[in-house]
């Protein structure tokens, strides 16, 4: 069973950082593409940023390139989203998701960012 | 970018009855190298994450009710419930894929009417 695993949310000041991070298990991680979808309260989904299976390609949204970094480690099964200059409106659960090529197949439960003084 | 247009907004169904969701894209997600559709549906329930439906704008993932089916090509989709359940009621979301960046639709919320 694929299992995806948020940790790192949590309240941070505008202009800060945060580290997030995702534990996958149940499946064989290098072979998915990997995906960062947030969702704002009470607001529908927004994709955030891919990875390829070896890392060589990456993908953003405009809103956040420049300011966000997605990065995956195969050998310890994680995904990784280095989240700098933070604005208000990043505030979102962050859900970790994979699949076969760029569709969405597994979602993690999420984990909450709130960015706010 | 791909802008993705969900219709209705909302909708409140009998039980029993057939819910139809829209889905609209800016471009064609239709690939001419395979002849697929690059079109995801997901269900969401409130406090949990989104769950996958159908890919490929018609493949159902095992598991999935067979009173759920997804229908449409090119530029125009449609979910389709076919006798709505109480556990149906949820947001549904379509979903591109095609290219990135990646882009959802607005999403639509079934209850029961």
């Known amino acids: 069973e694929v299992q995806l695993v948020e940790s790192g949310g949590g309240l941070v000041q505008p202009g800060g950082s945060l580290r997030l991070s995702c534990a996958a298990s149940?499946?064989?991680?290098?072979?998915?593409?990997m995906n960062w979808v947030r969702q704002a309260p009470g607001k529908g989904l927004e994709w955030v940023a891919n990875?390829?299976?070896?890392?060589?390609?990456?993908n953003y949204i405009n809103s956040v390139n420049g300011r966000f970094s997605i990065s995956r480690d195969n050998a310890k099964n994680s995904l990784y989203l280095q989240m700098d200059s933070l604005r208000a409106e990043d505030t979102a659960v962050y859900y970790c998701a994979g699949g076969a090529g760029y569709l969405i197949d597994s979602w993690g439960q999420g984990t909450l960012v709130t960015v706010s003084s | 970018d791909i802008v993705m247009t969900q219709s209705p907004d909302s909708l409140a169904v009998s039980l029993g009855e057939r819910a139809t969701i829209n889905c609209k894209s800016s471009q064609s997600l239709l690939s001419r190298s395979n002849n697929r559709n690059y079109l995801a549906w997901y269900q969401q329930k409130p406090g949990q994450p989104p769950k996958f439906l159908i890919s490929w704008a018609s493949t159902r993932e095992s598991g999935v009710p067979d009173r759920f089916s997804g229908s449409g090509s090119g530029t125009d989709f449609t979910l389709t419930i076919s006798s709505l359940q109480a556990e149906d009621v949820a947001l549904y979301y379509c979903l591109q894929y095609y290219g990135a960046p990646l882009t959802f639709g607005g999403g639509t919320k079934v209850e029961i009417k």
């Open positions: 990875i390829k299976q070896d890392g060589s390609d990456k």
């Open positions: 149940g499946f064989t991680f290098s072979t998915y593409w």
